[in-house]
Each structure stands twice: as C-alpha cells, then as structure tokens.
T-cell receptor, first 113, second 115 residues
Framework: GNSVTQMEGPVTLSEEAFLTINCTYT??????LFWYVQYPGEGLQLLLK?????DKGSNKGFEATYRKETTSFHLEKGSVQVSDSAVYFC????????????FGAGTRLFVKA | DAGVIQSPRHEVTEMGQEVTLRCKPI?????LFWYRQTMMRGLELLIY????????DSGMPEDRFSAKMPNASFSTLKIQPSEPRDSAVYFC?????????????FGPGTRLTVL
C-alpha cells in the first residue's frame, strides 16, 4: 500500500541556516505529494504541493521537487526564521488509495535566534 | 469563510462517559475527514465522508467510535464509552472535491482528555 517516510526529528537550526527535511514515498500510480505544516496549538495547513513528476511546489521560501526516479519530495528552505518553528508533514494522495491522504510521522523543527 | 469549525476545543471527561465532538466543514466542500493525533501513533485517519455518505471507516478503532454526517454542514464523532487511551487531539478536515491533488483544510482540533 501507499506509505510516506520522513526523517525523524527534532531538527534544531540557527536562524538563517539552510533547511532540508527528507521525504520518500511508496505508491502505485501517480500520486500527488504535499507538505503540510502544523504550528503549536493549531491544525495542519497546506504549505505546498506537486501533482506530477518534476513539478516544483513552492511557498513562503520553501520548495520541494517531485522526483519520481528517487520517489522523493524533500523540503528545503534557504534561510530559516524563528517563525518557521513547527512540525512539518509530508503526505501523498493517490487514486489507488481512494481520496485518502497518507501522512508521514512529522518532523519537528526548532529554529534558534 | 470562517474555515473548518470544531467544538469543543478542549474536553475533559471521566472514563465510561460519552463524548461527542462536532465539526462544521467549509461551505461547498464535498469531503469531510476525521483524524486522531497522538504522540505515539501520529496522525491517523479515522473515517471520511463524501456528500454526507461514509466512504471509508477502516480507521475507526473499535465499535465504541461512531461518526455521522446528517447534512452537508455538520458532522459528529462520538465515543461511547470513553477510555483513557482515547485521549488525543481530534481533527476534522474538509476538501472541495475528489481530485487527487485536493488540499485538505483542517480545523483547530479538539483536545480530549479521558481520566
């Protein structure tokens, strides 16, 4: 079945450091891929998404590229801010799984001033 | 739009009591999802509805859990009787349609504590 694996956290960075959070997936067909972010005390919200191979999703300085050859969708940001501290979830939705979204375990990011 | 609305935001109850969580999806959204989030198990899909009809309830942990969607603007998740292991944050989410790139919009969650 479909699954998502993302790097364990927590990840602790200093402000303005480069961020990478790794995400790989297993799926049949051609799933859509997502990154969601959860700030303390809130629900998840969409950060970015990509719907086909080689697509790049981007938002708020974050980027991720859909790599079908490596089944990956790594999240990157060139310069993190304290306000980026949150939990980040990689997720996929594919037609073979109905319209269920499969979420990874989440990676907690701490950014120090 | 006000977004997905959940109530209550916090619920503390004693073991054996009935608990009802409520959700109002975004107007016009055809899909509604109930999730449970815990430190140990992460984010789990419990059940989802399309046009008020339950489509997949394979994530509902046991018969103590039930969910209904009597109309397009309201859904409930009920636990009867509740147990301490049900303590978690419960999220409701909605999405516009059935495309496989659909974004889900999450509510703020209900933090349930069962003593």
């Amino acid at each position: 079945g479909n699954s998502v694996t993302q790097m364990e956290g927590p990840v602790t960075l200093s402000e303005e450091a480069f961020l990478t959070i790794n995400c790989t997936y297993t799926a049949t067909g051609y799933p859509s891929l997502f990154w969601y972010v959860q700030y303390p005390g809130e629900g998840l919200q969409l950060l970015l998404k990509a719907t086909k191979a080689d697509d790049k999703g981007s938002n708020k300085g974050f980027e991720a590229t859909y790599r079908k050859e490596t089944t990956s969708f790594h999240l990157e940001k060139g310069s993190v801010q304290v306000s980026d501290s949150a939990v980040y979830f990689c997720a996929l939705m594919g037609s073979s799984g109905g319209f269920k979204t499969i979420f990874g375990a989440g990676t907690r990011l701490f950014v120090k001033a | 739009d006000a977004g997905v609305i959940q109530s209550p935001r916090h619920e503390v109850t004693e073991m054996g009591q009935e608990v009802t969580l409520r959700c109002k999806p975004i107007s016009g959204h055809d899909y509604l999802f109930w999730y449970r989030q815990t430190m140990m198990r992460g984010l789990e899909l419990l059940i989802y509805f399309n046009n008020n009809v339950p489509i997949d309830d394979s994530g509902m942990p046991e018969d103590r859990f039930s969910a209904k969607m009597p109309n397009a603007s309201f859904s409930t998740l009920k636990i009867q009787p509740s147990e301490p292991r049900d303590s978690a944050v419960y999220f409701c989410a909605s999405s516009l349609g059935g495309g496989n790139s659909d974004t889900q919009y999450f509510g703020p969650g209900t933090r349930l504590t069962v003593l």
